[in-house]
T-cell receptor, first 114, second 116 residues
Framework: AQSVTQLGSHVSVSEGALVLLRCNYSSSVPPYLFWYVQYPNQGLQLLLKYTTGATLVKGINGFEAEFKKSETSFHLTKPSAHMSDAAEYFCAVSESAGYSTLTFGKGTMLLVSP | GAVVSQHPSWVICKSGTSVKIECRSLDFQATTMFWYRQFPKKSLMLMATSNEGSKATYEQGVEKDKFLINHASLTLSTLTVTSAHPEDSSFYIC????????????FGEGSRLTVL
């Protein structure tokens, strides 16, 4: 069985500050890990994903995440927050490349203040 | 990038009626599509996996007769909420896996269903 835990349902930062969204996972096999962003009343957009290889993954909009197997973590970071980053962020884990076992965390709402 | 379109984006219906939501892959073929349900302030819950030309595979606890899924072509899957009740009100999202690469999953914009 697999699961995802996102610490903090809400994270507030000031514009220009570091963004850190936490994600821990559990998986019985080497995981595929994803971060998605959702804007209000919209579907999900892939920010980045880890499958194999380099553990530091760079995504769109300046986001990156690091896969740490020893900590079973895949935290999402961005050096400098923009107002447009305000959205809901979901971490997800899959035990296959086919996405049939994709499991989402409960999401973290990122709030960015001027 | 690849586009997945859902229609309608918003739908309001009376209790007891049926509502059909379409999920289309606009510029790629999708042998597999997934349907999710998202409750307010909750995560996405996988409802079913829809395979072109075959019956959908439903997750445990999802009523097959309540949520009818049809995947008649490589670019279209439909979710029909039958005899809708207020508790069926939710945000429904589909996703589609690119047939050629199989490694990318693209999400639709979601459909907000409100049952009165």
């Amino acid at each position: 069985a697999q699961s995802v835990t996102q610490l903090g349902s809400h994270v507030s930062v000031s514009e220009g500050a570091l963004v850190l969204l936490r994600c821990n996972y559990s998986s019985s096999v080497p995981p595929y890990l994803f971060w998605y962003v959702q804007y209000p009343n919209q579907g999900l957009q892939l920010l980045l994903k880890y499958t194999t290889g380099a553990t530091l993954v760079k995504g769109i909009n300046g986001f990156e995440a690091e896969f740490k197997k020893s900590e079973t973590s895949f935290h999402l970071t961005k050096p400098s927050a923009h107002m447009s980053d305000a959205a809901e962020y979901f971490c997800a884990v899959s035990e296959s490349a086919g996405y049939s076992t994709l499991t989402f965390g409960k999401g973290t709402m990122l709030l960015v203040s001027p | 990038g690849a586009v997945v379109s859902q229609h309608p984006s918003w739908v309001i219906c009376k209790s007891g009626t049926s509502v059909k939501i379409e999920c289309r892959s606009l510029d790629f073929q999708a042998t597999t599509m997934f349907w999710y349900r998202q409750f307010p302030k909750k995560s996405l819950m996988l409802m079913a996996t829809s395979n072109e030309g075959s019956k959908a595979t439903y997750e445990q606890g999802v009523e097959k007769d309540k949520f009818l899924i049809n995947h008649a072509s490589l670019t279209l899957s439909t979710l029909t909420v039958t005899s809708a009740h207020p508790e069926d009100s939710s945000f429904y999202i589909c996703s589609a896996r690119d047939r050629t690469s199989g490694r990318e999953l693209f999400f639709g914009e979601g459909s907000r269903l409100t049952v009165l």
